[in-house]
């Protein structure tokens, strides 16, 4: 084995060993070394994107606190709902890193953003649930990202996490539609299954609220099941277009 050789081979055996440690130490936005417990810094934290002021109800962005028209207008199924940032990069691009990068071990990073900002009355909380997927989507994705969330945050907070309150029928993307037809497209889509509630408080645990139309149909149906309140804690709501 010549010099060369040798060399390249020690210099790749370190960075083997040092570039992980390194990289696990540094800020995913900045890429300064960070010395918080997080994936990131604080400072980057703090400048992740926030509703400043938002429904009550449905948690859309407002100018002030307090309840918007639509839920004035119709009142949702769901009693309240918050969000932990709005819809926007990073936090995006991050979820998606998740959700079709198949990339889990994200789950556990954006739930621990969530963490940072938690509803108010998590103590009166019985236990979480999650919006459940379709079977093609399990089958083509392999995991669940808001159940993936839902545990994490259940672990972290010592909530238990019940699944299979519901299923999910297969129904067409709701990327392209406006809020009226996704109503109409997951309404009928969510079916009981033979869990039953008995008065408990539920979180109901997802992704990302668009128009609250999965959110008010799974909320109808575990009232319906037997919960007696039901909330809404998502890691990002889109903003009002």
Known sequence: MDWSTWIDRKVYSRLKIALPEFLSRTCELCLEINHDAGFICTDCEDALPRAKAHCQICAISLPNNGTCGQCLHK????????????????????????????????????ASLMLHSQ??????????????????????????????????????????????????????????????????????????????????????????????????SMALLLKQSGAAKVGIWCLARTPKH
Request: proline share 6%; hydrophobic share 35%.
């Open 75 to 110: 009142k949702p199924a769901f009693d309240y709902s918050h969000t932990s940032f709005s819809y926007a990069a990073p936090i995006d691009n991050w979820l998606q890193r998740l959700k079709t990068k198949r990339r889990t071990e994200w789950a556990h990073k954006l």
């Open 119 to 216: 509803p108010e009355n998590l103590s009166q909380v019985d236990a979480f649930t999650f919006v459940p997927s379709t079977r093609w989507s399990l089958i083509k994705r392999g995991f669940n990202p808001a159940e993936l969330i839902a545990r994490e945050l259940g672990r972290a907070l010592d909530i238990p996490v019940i699944p299979k309150l519901a299923t999910r029928s297969n129904s067409s993307e709701q990327k392209e539609l406006n809020r009226q037809q996704r109503i109409n497209n997951v309404s009928h889509h969510f079916h009981p299954t033979r869990k039953k509630l008995n008065g408990e408080h539920i979180i109901l645990v997802d992704d990302v609220m668009t128009t609250g139309s999965t959110a008010h």
